[in-house]
Structure formats: C-alpha cells, structure tokens
C-alpha cells in the first residue's frame, strides 16, 4: 500500500478562479477526512466522510467550499472564486475504525 | 471552547531526552495524540492514548496525561537529529481532531 496520496501537490491560481484537489486514501479506509494547515499553524478540521456519506463539516467550510466522495473512494475538495485568505496546506487523512488517521503529503495553494 | 496550546521551540542535544507538552480545554476528549510533521510532508502518528490512562510507552517514546490539570507530555528517550520536526498534540474525539500551534524540535550535536 503506497499510502494516501494527493494530487496536485502544489497550485498556484489567480483570485477568483477554482480549483480542485483531489485525495485518494489507502485501499479499504472507509473514513475520509479534510484539513487545512495555514503557516505557523496546526491542522483545522473541514469535513469528514465515512463512506460516501459527509458526516460532519466545519464552519471553516464556507459555501464557496465543496467536497464530495461520490464512490466512496477518492474525495475531491473544490474551492469557487478563490480568495487570498484561501493560501495555505490543505491536508487529507484516511482511516478504518477513526482512532488512526494517516495523512496524504497534502496540496499547498497559493492564491495571487 | 476548545483550544489546544503548545510552546513553539524546543531545541535539545543529541543524546537527551527530550519533553514537549501541551494543554488542551476540552475535558470532552477522549483520545489524545501525538503527530511529527517534518519539512514539505504531512502528518505521522506517532501515538495516542485514552484519556482513562495515566501513561503510555511505546520505544523511545513515553506520553503522560494529567487528566486534572488537562497536561499531556510526549517525552522522546535519546534524541537523534532525525527527531528534529514539528510535534503536534491532538484531541479527540477522533473523527474530529483538534490540532495544536505545534513544537518545533530542534536536535544538535
């Protein structure tokens, strides 16, 4: 098992425009969890799903804030009309039983 | 609130033990994390522990929780320079995980 990977790794776009990360976590974790790391700062929790189904999301996740599991596998996080406050890791984590969550190497956007 | 609150720098010589600690808020919690994160990667799990245990040991690492004064500590035995990386506490409950500033640790020969 490679572990969860996410791809891109790295996004740099205008303010304005969207964009969408993608994160597939290790084969068979039926858990999946979204969170964004800014500078100096530790993980803040969006969203999670078991499943296809999103349990649980942040009020960090604004409406110009979407992500989806569609087959329960991968997830996708896409963000509308990026903003400069919108710059920073965001992270993906994959689990089983939500006591071990392993951690993608992340996306770092960069919004200008 | 919940609030989970780390000092930034720690830097210890090779060879010493090494003591990050942490306070959290939310006496809610019932598991409480370790993380590593080093340059451009992201988080390793180093440890956890229930928050009905006093102390857990794993190798070189030794997590202590005073549940009264809401305290956790990660003590590492014989620090090496690959220790050197950013330590983050946690707590739970799990599937929604609350992060501190994180410790930078830095080991020197």
């Known amino acids: 098992d490679t572990g969860v990977s996410q791809d891109p790794r790295h996004k740099i776009t205008k303010r304005g425009q969207n964009v969408t990360f993608r994160c597939d976590p290790i084969?068979?974790?039926?858990?999946l969890y979204w969170y964004r790391q800014t500078l100096g700062q530790g993980p803040e929790f969006l969203t999670y799903?078991?499943?296809?189904?999103?349990?649980?999301k942040s009020r960090l996740l604004s409406d110009r804030f979407s992500a989806e599991r569609p087959k329960g596998s991968f997830s996708t996080l896409e963000i509308q009309r990026t903003e400069q406050g919108d710059s920073a890791m965001y992270l993906c984590?994959?689990?089983?039983?939500?006591?071990?969550?392993?951690f993608g190497p992340g996306t770092r956007l960069t919004v200008t | 609130g919940e609030d989970v609150e780390q000092s930034l720098f720690l830097s210890v010589r090779e060879g010493d033990s090494s003591v990050i600690n942490c306070t959290y808020t939310d006496s809610s919690s019932t598991y409480l994390y370790w993380y590593k994160q080093e340059p451009g990667a992201g988080l390793q799990l180093l440890t956890y522990i229930f928050s009905n245990m006093d102390m857990k040991q794993d190798q070189r690492l030794t997590v202590l929780l005073n549940k009264k004064d809401k305290h956790l500590s990660l003590r590492i035995a014989d620090t090496q320079t690959g220790d050197s990386a950013i330590y983050f506490c946690?707590?739970?409950?799990?599937?929604?995980?609350?992060f501190g500033t994180g410790t930078r640790l830095q080991v020197f020969p």
């Open positions: 799903f078991q499943n296809e189904a999103q349990l649980e």
């Open positions: 084969s068979e974790h039926n858990r």
């Open positions: 984590a994959s689990s089983t039983d939500s006591l071990e969550q392993y």
């Open positions: 946690a707590e739970g409950p799990a599937d929604k995980l609350i």
